[in-house]
């Protein structure tokens, strides 16, 4: 995993760091033994959206406004340090200017101070959550959160769906735009990913990716590394993409209705699908049906495990979870276990040691965190934490036993009792 620009914590950003592996390092895992079950505590919140771990003891929420936005004006952010137990705020920013509305992203950078990118403005923060400096972004778009690349430089893209999307490179000491923003070849929704010092991008219909130029000092667009993904097919754009350092995995059929939830809300009449792209050869891809259900849906990653060899995918509109078993050159996946009437639509998150993978399950109206052996797919641990909405955000690793799972309406620690 490279993620040289961030502190170095057990999860300072978003999915675990820039590779989007969502893998727990240097934490305890749940481990549930005999006797042994899940427990949570939870508060309601405005619209959460992830969690991250500083020094020890120390959690960060991010949330915003939405209200706002139903009626074209600008909404905010806000970020607090919790108590790791009782979810209480502890510290708490103002209300940090935003725009237009999507859920931002919020990293721990390696200088120690926290990033937030939401609606068009970056924001720096110290520990304490206040304001340390403020760059308003370039489009008046919601920005789709950002990566740190291993140089310290931070990467921002607009969401866009009809026009070219832009990346701004962006100096976390200073503030200021790093040259002139640099045109996508094409509009763009999912999040950025990056390893080291080079950046991908999910296009509405390819994949194609920067690398950082240190005589020039500015992205280069790698002309000789892109995959249409698209190609004829009936198939929608593809959302965030996972870099285990050999390929690029991503799922498409990403345009979706979600209100409440994904179940039900595909808009393409096509499966949605698993995506692999090589990235030493774009050439080298292949394509898999997820389970093969018309009106297939997403709005996030599938998982990796590089050390077992698995990918666990899914489709949210159709209540389908699928794990497979893929060869040293991940040619070929064999399925290994398959889960249906399953209501998982949010990041994951996986503890490498124990092979302990979280996923959610939204049934009867509610949320539930689960705890599947990614190895079997069998189920380990349940509790239903509630909330209104199903999950399509960012869960994180607590300091002990324990998680954090977020979604729209509230923020739930699930723990070992």
């Known amino acids: 995993m490279s993620s040289a620009g961030y502190l170095a914590t057990p999860w300072p950003g978003e999915d675990g760091g820039p590779e989007r592996l969502q893998a727990v390092r240097a934490s305890a895992c749940p481990g549930l033994r005999d006797g042994e079950k899940l427990g949570f505590t939870s508060r309601r919140t405005w619209l959460s959206t992830m969690t991250l771990l500083g020094a ?23 970020v607090e340090r919790i108590d790791p137990l009782s979810l209480k705020p502890l510290a708490r920013s103002p ?25 068009r403005h970056l924001h720096r923060l110290d520990r304490a959550c206040q304001p340390r400096g403020l760059l308003q972004l370039p489009v008046n778009e919601p920005y789709n959160s950002f990566v740190i690349l291993d140089n310290g430089l931070i990467v921002a893209k607009n969401l866009s769906e009809t026009t070219p999307a832009r990346l701004s490179v962006i100096d976390a000491e200073t503030l200021r735009l790093v040259g002139a923003d640099l045109p996508c070849p094409e509009p763009s929704i999912a999040r950025l990913s990056a390893s080291g010092n080079t950046v991908y991008v999910v296009g509405v219909r390819s994949i194609f990716r920067y690398q950082w130029d240190e005589v020039a000092h500015r992205l280069v ?29 991503f799922m498409d059929n990403g345009k979706h209705r979600y209100f409440v939830k994904m179940i039900g809300n595909g808009v393409s009449r096509t499966p949605n699908r698993l995506i692999r792209v090589s990235l030493s050869d ?7 049906e997820v389970c093969g259900a018309a009106g297939g849906s997403i709005t996030n990653p599938p998982l990796i495990d590089p050390a ?3 990918v666990v995918g ?6 389908h979870l699928q794990a497979w078993r893929f060869n040293p050159d991940a040619r070929a996946l064999t399925p290994l276990w398959h889960k ?20 959610n399950d939204y049934r009867r109206g509610g949320e539930e965190v689960v705890l599947l052996d990614i190895e079997s797919g069998a189920e380990t641990g349940r509790v239903r934490v509630g909330g209104f909405n199903q999950g399509v955000v ?24």
């Open 340 to 359: 249906s009437a399953f209501g998982c639509a949010s990041h994951l998150l996986l503890y490498p040691d124990s092979g302990e993978l979280v996923v």
């Open 394 to 417: 960012f869960p994180s690793p607590g300091w002990g036993r324990d998680l954090y799972w977020c979604s729209m309406d509230r923020l739930a620690r699930v723990f070992v009792q």
């Open 314 to 319: 899914y489709d949210s509109a159709n209540r």
């Open 221 to 249: 667009q790698d002309e000789g590394w892109r995959f249409d993904y698209i190609g004829s097919s009936g198939q929608s754009y593809g959302w965030d993409v996972v870099l285990d350092g050999k390929n690029a995995w």
């Open 95 to 119: 209300r940090l200017r935003g725009g237009p509305m999507w859920p931002g992203g919020m990293a721990l950078h390696r200088n120690g101070d926290l990033y937030v990118v939401y609606g």
């Open 56 to 78: 020890p003891g120390e959690v960060y929420l991010l949330t915003h406004s939405a209200l706002r936005a139903r009626l074209g004006l600008p909404t905010s952010a806000r």
């Open 282 to 288: 774009a050439g080298d891809h292949q394509t898999l």
């Open 308 to 310: 077992r060899r698995i």
